[in-house]
């Protein structure tokens, strides 16, 4: 039950969510060195294929009774705090996003546990999206190098690290308002809520708690996303992968 408010609630976010990401990076193709704006394309291929994937899956919690305009009036709230800013300012958002979603897609895909007990229908949207995440999550990094390499190193840092602490405190917020929200409209409240919900996000199979280090390491002066090398959790999804699963991908990639 929880598990299913906590994905739907993160889902919520993605159709608006992504398309920003799309705009905040192709701002940044012209000019770009040839390969990276080969990366910038797949990129925003990959982003725009979720962000229509996740609206239709919104669209069938909506139509099987969830209400979730709350939620979606708080990502364009979110989103407009951008508006008027630099271009370099919804890139670094972007940046520090696709940080903290390859390390969600990265726990995802390690331990069974998180989608266990869903629909598989949720699974297989949730395991496909996770392996595209990884698949492209240099991509918003290597632009955010590129674009800043006049910067000096302070500079970048000190954006970069206020970035990340602003995009990760809103995104624990909101997605935990979001969660109880979604529990609320199940009949579930109070302190058995929050208790189910703290239970599940820090405790077991405690995805926050789990994800800590790697999001840690974004501080650090010389990181990278492709220091933590999980090729081999594509290579273990291309093995395990449903024929739908497979299906989905080909299509959406062709
Ligand atoms: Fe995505
Ligand atoms: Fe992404």
Do not use: C
Not at 47 to 67: L, V
Not at 89 to 117: N, Y
Not at 135 to 153: F, I, M, N, Q, S
Request: aromatic share 12%; no cysteine; hydrophobic share 45%.
């Amino acid at each position: 039950m929880e598990a299913t408010a906590i994905y739907n609630a993160l889902s919520t976010t993605f159709p608006r969510g992504e398309a920003f990401f799309v705009e905040s990076v192709r701002a940044f193709r012209d000019g770009a060195p040839p390969k990276l704006a080969e990366e910038i394309k797949a990129f925003t291929t990959q982003e725009a294929i979720h962000s229509r994937e996740h609206d239709a899956f919104n669209k069938r919690a909506a139509e099987a009774g969830y209400d979730l305009s709350a939620l979606e009036a708080q990502v364009e709230r979110r989103l407009a705090v951008t508006k008027g800013k630099p271009p370099i300012v919804s890139l670094a958002a972007t940046m520090a996003l696709e940080h903290f979603t390859a390390i969600l897609a990265h726990q995802l895909l390690a331990d069974p546990r998180h989608l266990a007990g869903g629909e598989q229908e949720a699974a297989d949207l949730w395991r496909w999206h996770a392996v595209e995440e990884i698949e492209h999550k240099g991509v918003a990094y290597d632009t955010w190098l590129h674009a800043t390499r006049v910067w000096p190193g302070r500079k970048r840092w000190k954006l970069k690290a206020r970035v990340m602490l602003y995009v990760t405190r809103n995104f624990v917020v909101d997605r935990t308002a979001g969660a109880l929200e979604l529990m609320r409209q199940d009949g579930i409240r109070g302190f058995k809520a929050w208790r189910m919900l703290l239970w599940y996000l820090w405790v077991r199979p405690g995805m926050f708690r789990k994800i800590a280090g790697a999001w840690l390491k974004f501080f650090l002066p010389d990181f990278h996303p492709w220091d933590e090398d999980d090729r081999h959790l594509l290579a273990a999804y291309a093995s395990i992968a449903s024929g739908d699963e497979s299906k989905r991908k080909v299509r959406r990639a062709a």
